[in-house]
């Protein structure tokens, strides 16, 4: 027996993994968080298995479903939105686990900030202008962030910014970071990616505050902060440059 801590992806169900769509199709227990995960995703559970939406469930009735199942020796896929690694709230359902002695393993899933550049269809990364994408949060009801990891530290470097639960947090994320990147800097919020009614709102440091408020928009959503959003005018990758030899490209010989 052994529980899978399964990363959904952002909400499309074409986007889960082979082997995330096989455990979900064996597993004769199913735990999702349906506040983040649709049903589509878990609609593939066998027939007759127990498929159990978290969502108003507190821990210990969750790791009780495990310990049930793992009793009744039947595998559990827990299934988490994004990849679970990322803000997935596992680590604590782990750390019991270990103590029951019960096995678990997870498999990977697409994060919602890679979801997001390819709903944008850009590279978050280009030569010169943004190279670092940090992922962070900000402290609001949730549990505090730890020191040295304020906006303003991680902002220093001018990287790109993905910031999640934090859109209701947007008048914080422009006093931080305006100082630093300019109130002109660009800022994408993306709302329920890979979702039907996913929406993508450009704006800046200075006005996405209004626009998503416009837009109502107050969970589900991630913030995006940096140049590479709106600058266009970058090198060429070294990668396929021509003058530029690697292990794989040898120089050409002239003549």
Not at 35 to 59: H, K
Not at 88 to 109: C, K, S
Request: hydrophobic share 45%.
């Amino acid at each position: 027996m052994t529980v899978h801590f399964i990363g959904a992806g952002p909400g499309d169900p074409e986007l889960l993994t082979l082997r995330a769509q096989r455990l979900i199709a064996e597993c004769p227990v199913c735990l999702y968080a349906g506040s983040l995960v649709p049903e589509a995703v878990v609609a593939g559970a066998p027939r007759g298995a127990r498929v159990i939406d978290t969502a108003p469930l507190a821990l210990e009735e969750i790791i009780a479903e495990m310990a049930a199942a793992h009793a009744r020796g039947q595998d559990v896929a827990r299934v988490h939105s994004g990849d679970p690694s990322l803000y997935g709230a596992i680590a604590e359902q782990i750390r019991r686990l270990r103590v029951l002695d019960i096995p678990y393993d997870i498999t990977p899933g697409v994060p919602a900030y890679c979801a997001a550049a390819a709903g944008l269809g850009q590279e978050l990364t280009v030569p010169e202008v943004a190279q670092t994408v940090i992922l962070t949060r900000t402290a609001m009801k949730s549990s505090p962030m730890p020191a040295g990891e304020d906006l303003a530290t991680l902002g220093a470097s001018r990287a790109t910014l993905a910031i999640h639960l934090s859109v209701r947090n947007l008048l914080e994320i422009e006093r931080a970071l305006s100082p630093i990147y300019g109130a002109d800097c660009p800022v994408v919020v993306a709302y329920r990616v890979g979702w039907p009614d996913e929406i993508y709102i450009r704006g800046t440091l200075a006005d996405i505050r209004d626009k998503v408020r416009a837009a109502k928009l107050t969970r589900t959503a991630l913030v995006f902060v940096g140049r590479v959003f709106a600058e266009n005018a970058f090198p060429d990758s070294a990668l396929y440059d021509a003058a530029q030899p690697h292990i794989l490209r040898p120089r050409r010989k002239s003549g």
